[in-house]
């Protein structure tokens, strides 16, 4: 029961913390779009930095499923709807994060932190759109 509760917070602490050291110390925004994106595009000098970041959160990750395993199993879009629906909703994610200028992590936890209303204003339209593809997939479709 504590553990449900802690955990969120320490976790949601840990990434707040992450992206205020990121801002303050690179003068960066831990967008994960931004972040992974431009090392599609490398610019000389801007690598380093954005390969290490990517890098741990891939580690953490790998960390989580090694020490707690019994939490994860396969994604729920492969247990429900194959590979073709995980492929189709990547590039659907992909293609939004372009759309918005920005994905959930950079509008949501860094943009509103500073209050940028074109951030609040992102993270208002990524929650509805959710919700109403959760609504339309469950309940229409």
Not at 2 to 17: M, R, Y
Not at 36 to 59: H, I, M, Q, T
Not at 116 to 132: E, H, K
């Amino acid at each position: 029961m504590i553990s449900s509760i802690i955990f969120p917070l320490l976790g949601g602490a840990l990434i707040g913390l992450s992206a205020s050291i990121l801002l303050l110390a690179n003068g960066r925004v831990a967008g994960i779009s931004g972040v992974v994106g431009s090392l599609l595009a490398p610019v000389r000098g801007d690598v380093a930095w954005r390969v290490l970041f990517f890098g741990g959160l891939l580690s953490g990750g790998l960390l989580l499923a090694w020490l707690r395993p019994v939490s994860f199993g396969p994604p729920a879009s492969l247990s429900t709807g194959g590979v073709g629906l995980l492929v189709a909703a990547g590039l659907l994610v992909g293609f939004g994060s372009r759309l918005g200028n920005g994905c959930t992590s950079g509008h949501g936890v860094c943009g509103i932190s500073r209050g940028s209303a074109r951030s609040i204003a992102a993270t208002l339209t990524f929650m509805a759109t959710g919700a109403l593809t959760v609504f339309l997939a469950r309940h229409i479709f």
